[in-house]
């Protein structure tokens, strides 16, 4: 049975990072039939999908248009985990977190992070 | 991008009967090579994860309930609720897995009439 438990601050102060990370098991963050994704939710934009990382012989990294600037999603295959980094955050990127397995569509899913960005 | 576009914004129907949902997408989602639409469906309830119910536009997730089903092909798309349960209120959501972004749909919140 695979689970994702995720960890990581729920307060981050405006132009600050907020650093995730989504602890893999039961699956492998170099699996060759999954990616690893970054979603949230807020009120106002519904469920949006951030990016993934995922090992097709090499690793590849796609991201959303709104973060790209950003993001970053980093596998550890040390410790089977990977991890969000969102820098400059402001009020708007207030909202749940999710990690989540793509294989395919999201069919694992972490328990969600309340991410509040207030100073 | 690819924009999914879910119709109607809220659906209230009575006990036991019948919720449908539909979903288009901007572009096909189809892809030819092996003939499967890259469309998923997920339940939302609040404080929970969403709940991948369908992929491949009409494949039931192991242990969704029969009365869930999603049909469609190319760029229209329906979610099918045969006969709505109490515990099926929820905001649910279509995505598409056919290329980067992936995007979701806006939601759909289904509650009791």
């Known amino acids: 049975q695979v689970q994702l438990q995720q960890s990581g601050p729920g307060l981050v102060k405006p132009s600050q990072t907020l650093s995730l990370t989504c602890a893999i098991s039961?699956?492998?963050?170099?699996?060759?039939?999954?990616?690893w994704n970054w979603i949230r939710q807020s009120p106002s934009r519904g469920l949006e999908w951030l990016g993934r990382t995922c090992y097709r012989s090499k690793w590849y990294n796609d991201y959303a248009v709104s973060v790209k600037s950003r993001i970053t999603i980093n596998p550890d295959t040390s410790k089977n985990q990977f991890s969000l980094q969102l820098n400059s955050v402001t009020p708007e990127d207030t909202a749940v977190y999710y990690c989540?397995?793509?294989?395919?569509?999201?069919?694992?899913w972490g328990q969600g992070t309340l991410v509040t960005v207030s100073s | 991008d690819i924009v999914m576009t879910q119709s109607p914004d809220s659906l209230a129907v009575s006990l036991g009967e019948r919720a449908t949902i539909n979903c288009k997408s901007s572009q096909s989602v189809l892809y030819s090579s092996n003939n499967k639409n890259y469309l998923a469906w997920y339940q939302h309830k609040p404080g929970q994860p969403p709940k991948l119910l369908i992929y491949?536009?009409?494949t039931r997730e192991s242990g969704v309930p029969d009365r869930f089903s999603g049909s469609g092909s190319g760029t229209d798309f329906t979610l099918t609720i045969s006969s709505l349960q109490a515990e099926d209120v929820a905001v649910y959501y279509c995505?598409?897995?056919?290329?980067?972004?992936?995007?979701f749909g806006q939601g759909t919140k289904v509650e009791i009439k």
């Open positions: 989540a397995r793509e294989a395919p569509g999201l069919d694992y």
């Open positions: 039961g699956d492998s963050v170099s699996s060759n039939s999954a990616s």
């Open positions: 995505h598409q897995y056919y290329d980067t972004p992936r995007t």
């Open positions: 491949w536009a009409s």
